[in-house]
């Protein structure tokens, strides 16, 4: 399986963004695992919330067609009860076979203003055709307890909009949870000038595949080398 991260900048078109997400999907080659930057589609749109809702739902609809032989993790903005949500969608084989809304809002922006936070039950360890995935969205990453809540996982998901001023956080954070998980991590971040960038493929050892000039970052998946970290360096991990 390959794993990709894509590594693109956001603009004010959300057509245009999806045009862009499009096109980097149908070049990847099958059996791909896709994982797209935080609200890559629309960004934040504090002032558009209500037309990206509608955005993502017709998104969703070719997401699924887009998902047949492949793995598509994306954030979207969605709607319940009138509350706007920042809401991981997993897609695969034409279904959508995981959501969940970021539990943990960035303290230093206006998120907590206008998005609800998710249930922090949702972010575990979910299985995919024999592979267990988690996700951990942008600032839930700083929390120490919910890599625990997901160990055991053979690939973690990071997509993000980290800001570039805590760009070696990011890149600090995502490889000690790849080693510490014994794990693969797929981040994504935004390329946005604001942004870290910093997308990378690490892997169960701790080796960084990472290019800040490109717009795809990709590596092999190899069940193998998550079981032979846990076995020769046993933490307890199963």
């Known amino acids: ?9 956001t603009s004010s078109s959300f057509k245009k963004n999806f045009h862009k997400l499009e096109e980097r999907i149908l070049k990847t080659p099958k059996n791909s695992f896709i994982l797209a930057p935080e609200l890559y589609l629309t960004g934040y749109s504090y002032d558009r919330l209500e037309e ?8 969703i609809k070719i997401l699924k067609k887009l998902s047949n ?21 997993i897609f695969h084989k034409g279904k959508i076979v995981h959501q969940q809304s970021k539990a943990i809002l960035f303290v230093l922006d206006d998120e907590r203003k206008y998005f609800t936070a998710g249930n922090i039950e949702d972010i575990k360890i979910i299985d995919i055709s024999g592979v267990k ?24 998901l ?9 760009k070696k956080h990011y890149e600090s954070l995502t490889k000690a949870l790849a080693i510490t998980n014994q794990c693969y991590v797929i981040a994504s971040d935004s390329a946005n000038k604001n942004m870290a960038k910093s997308s990378a493929i690490i892997s169960p050892f701790g080796d960084v595949t990472m ?10 998946y190899n069940h193998k080398e998550i079981k032979k970290m846990r076995r020769y360096i046993n933490t307890g991990i199963k």
């Open 1 to 9: 399986m390959n794993l990709i991260s894509l590594q693109l900048k």
């Open 52 to 59: 990206a809702t509608t955005f993502t739902q017709k998104s």
């Open 69 to 89: 032989n492949k793995i598509i993790a994306i954030t979207m903005t969605t709607k319940k009860d009138n509350k706007y949500f920042n809401t991981l969608h």
């Open 133 to 156: 995935v988690a996700t951990l969205i942008c600032f839930e990453l700083r929390f120490v307890d919910l890599w625990k809540q997901i160990q055991g996982a053979d690939v973690i």
């Open 158 to 166: 990071v997509p993000a909009m980290w800001g570039r001023l805590r």
């Open 211 to 220: 290019n800040d000039t490109k717009k795809v970052i990709s590596s092999i």
